[in-house]
């Protein structure tokens, strides 16, 4: 496994182009892991995902504490799937004040969910995972639209006009459509573009 890595790693050069790969690797062993291939292949592809999340260029061996986390990641996906139906995310808006005058310069939307059951959800815990699913892209885009309207909203009571910042997925970044999906929900809102800002999270940097 780890010599695989290595020759995985090695610079390849495409034209003039060098592309650097990384590589993940799960291994199950027989007999204990499995009886027949499907099974085994199945452990070594839960093990092989736990590398990824360790942060890839590695190699782990396959454990039955695997599944079970295996398995709470496949519930909180489909409890994010509901989340989305059943409308149970919730924006927060984080006021930025200028330290020397007091005033509110600008707001930050903070998403939030609650889980009906559990209660609670931190971000740090379902944000990768909708992200690792792409469900960040249909949470993203209701994130955009609760925050643009929140703000244009906000000017029609007459408050004074201030930047609304939104915090944005590389996943976000590397879709197709989201300059469109931004500029669409401007457009829907009527928010002027300079009262929007879009900040990188630390998973981009």
């Known amino acids: 496994a ?20 990384t590589a993940s690797i799960g291994v199950s062993l027989y007999p204990q892991d499995g009886l027949d291939a499907e099974t085994l292949m199945k452990n070594a592809d839960t093990a092989m995902y736990q590398a990824k999340s360790l942060g890839r ?46 005033a509110v310069v600008g707001a930050e939307a903070l998403l939030r969910w609650t889980h009906p059951e559990r209660g609670p959800v931190a971000p740090a815990k379902f944000i990768p995972v909708a992200e690792d699913s792409g469900l960040i892209l249909l949470i993203g885009a209701w994130v955009l639209r609760e925050a643009c309207g929140q703000a244009k909203a906000w000017l029609d009571q007459g408050l004074p006009a201030i930047p609304m910042a939104i915090n944005v997925s590389g996943v976000q970044l590397q879709d197709a459509t989201f300059l469109h999906e931004v500029l669409a929900m401007l457009g829907e809102t009527a928010l002027a573009p300079g009262l929007l800002e879009l900040e990188l999270t630390e998973s981009v940097l």
């Open 57 to 102: 260029q590695c190699y782990k061996f396959f454990k039955p504490a695997m599944n079970i986390r295996a398995v709470e990641r496949q519930t909180m996906e489909e409890d994010l799937r509901q989340a989305l139906v059943k409308n149970q995310f919730v924006l927060y808006y984080q006021p930025k004040v200028d330290v020397l005058t007091g």
């Open 2 to 21: 780890k010599r695989i890595i290595q020759a995985v790693s090695q610079v390849h050069s495409i034209g003039e182009q060098e592309l650097y790969i």
